[in-house]
């Protein structure tokens, strides 16, 4: 790899990681349009449903595509995100207290030229009126695609660290 090579993947890096940090800060202040003004038309935005298996169990896998929480496109994504914003969400009024930490950003090379694979955990302290807290925590493998000059997330495989979800609705994005 030569100089000018090195020197555009630190850069790129450093975008990308820059990007999930500034894609949380949109998250926990709602700013929902914004957000999704960071991801590509063809995005795939999915959380799978995860099984917990003893080491020793050799019974086949479940199939992949067994099934899924949410398993959104942009459209369902927009949605999600007018529901949101409609003022009807009951638990969403008054407005939790949302803040998202993400770390352990890995950075690799896709198959294709102006795509990279990125991986990352991130935690979610969500606090309602009644002083009932949850943290959801999960891993993310995504795929950032650059596209006029800028990253924005395609695809986002989020797989949450609890064998039952935590929590009585999510309305959270990860």
């Known amino acids: 790899m030569d100089m000018n090579q090195e020197l555009q993947e630190l850069l790129d890096g450093r975008a990308l990681e820059q990007s999930l940090y500034r894609e949380a800060r949109l998250l926990d202040a709602e700013r929902y349009t914004e957000w999704l003004d960071q991801t590509t038309e063809d995005i795939i935005y999915r959380m799978a449903l995860s099984s917990r298996r003893f080491r020793k169990d050799r019974s086949a896998p479940l199939s992949q595509g067994a099934g899924y929480i949410f398993n959104d496109t942009r459209e369902r994504l927009a ?92 309305n959270v994005f990860f």
């Open 79 to 170: 949605l999600r995100i007018n529901r949101l914003q409609s003022g009807y969400v009951w638990a969403e009024d008054p407005p939790n207290f949302v803040r998202r930490v993400v770390s352990n950003v890995a950075i690799e090379d896709s198959s294709q030229q102006l795509e990279k694979t990125v991986y990352s955990v991130i935690v979610i302290h969500r606090s309602r009126i009644d002083s009932e807290r949850r943290f959801l925590i999960a891993g993310r493998q995504d795929l950032w695609r650059k596209v006029d000059g800028e990253w924005r997330l395609a695809k986002r495989e989020i797989t949450l660290d609890h064998s039952t979800v935590p929590d009585t609705n999510l």
